[in-house]
């Protein structure tokens, strides 16, 4: 669409353009209410079908039995690095955290503020946090094995997520929930800060397992209890309805359009297969993950100097391709090219690459 560039943005990150369209040509009179859904009731029938229908469509993408729970709530997936000690981590037992990256460290951060016993089992930091680590010695007795399926900020993800031994793991999906089909049952915990990859920032996807809930203290204030939202339905107090309506038309767009996560895994291997193509065929370029750690979802590279890199961002704006600037604490370049990316944004920031790697090579 005219004047819409493409959106490499790590987070909040490019929606699916229908989305979009759909928002805008109801925004004024959702559903005939004569209100916005900016404007409706959060108790009235408008958003309750919305609610209603955006849990189930997490339940179908990702196969949920009754026995797990879906909840949107605030505070981003940095809340959840404290709730979840906080309720799933009773004193006397002894958590198995995996470190990955500078999310992982900030989950573990939080854990060990509330003086809670962390066991940090494995660590990439070694090299950087260019790989995910393999055969992890989990502990048979920790209450939770906490990882992070995919690091946004040093491109890297779990190609496959380990074997614990039946410790329920946990998991921050935040950028890369709804890319790829996977098993839930051996998950405790799964949450996604929406903004990378369902939607909107403002509202936090939980799925959570019912067994953990016995675990819930209840001497915890009550909006950091997970309970309290399982209760009144992610209802307790106001949610972020707008967030949430955007998820909801997402999950839709993933479920009719693309036709599942069976597919949508698909376009996002072609997709990712032709940007670390371009990269491994080029000595101009140089990719930051270990191979077969290497991220779908956010591709980081290096070029030969740092003022390169700059005019490569700043070039690369003025072709229409916005947000390839690395996080600001490791640098470089990355490319995020989450679900809603377009294969066709992917050729043509290839076909730039290119070029201007021949022009500064
Ligand atoms: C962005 C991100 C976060 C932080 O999310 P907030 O919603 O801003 O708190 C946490 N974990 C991962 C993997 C992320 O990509």
Known sequence: MKGRIYNFNAG??????????????????????????????????????VIEDAAARVRRLLKLDENFHVLFLQGGASLQFSMIPMNLLPGGRSADYVN???????????????????????????????????????NTNAAYAHITSNNTIKGTQWPSFPDTGGVPIICDMSSDIMSRPFDVSPFGLIYAGAQKNLGPAGATLIIIRNDMLKRVPHDLPTMLKYTTFVERNSMFNTPPCFAIYTIQLVLKWIEETIGGLEKME???????????????????????????????????????????????????????????????SV???RASIYNAATLEAVKALVDFMQEFARKNG
């Open 100 to 138: 990955t990256g500078t999310w992982s460290a900030k989950a573990i951060k939080e854990a060990r503020i509330q003086e809670k016993a962390v066991q940090v089992v494995a660590s990439s930091e070694d090299k950087n946090f260019s790989y995910i680590p393999k055969d992890i010695p989990f």
């Open 12 to 49: 909040p990150a490019v929606h699916p353009l229908p989305v979009l369209e759909e928002i805008a040509a109801g925004f004024l009179n959702f559903k005939g209410s004569g209100m916005s859904i900016t404007e409706v009731s959060h108790r009235s029938k408008w958003f309750d079908e």
């Open 266 to 328: 698909k376009i996002n291997r072609d997709k990712a297969g032709i940007l670390y193509q371009a990269i491994d065929e080029s000595e101009f370029y140089r990719g930051t993950a270990e191979k077969e750690s290497r991220s779908l979802m956010n591709v980081t590279f290096r070029l030969p100097t740092e003022d390169l890199e700059k005019r490569f961002v700043q070039e690369a704006l003025e072709h229409g391709m916005g947000g390839l600037k690395g996080h600001r």
């Open 331 to 333: 640098g470089g370049c």
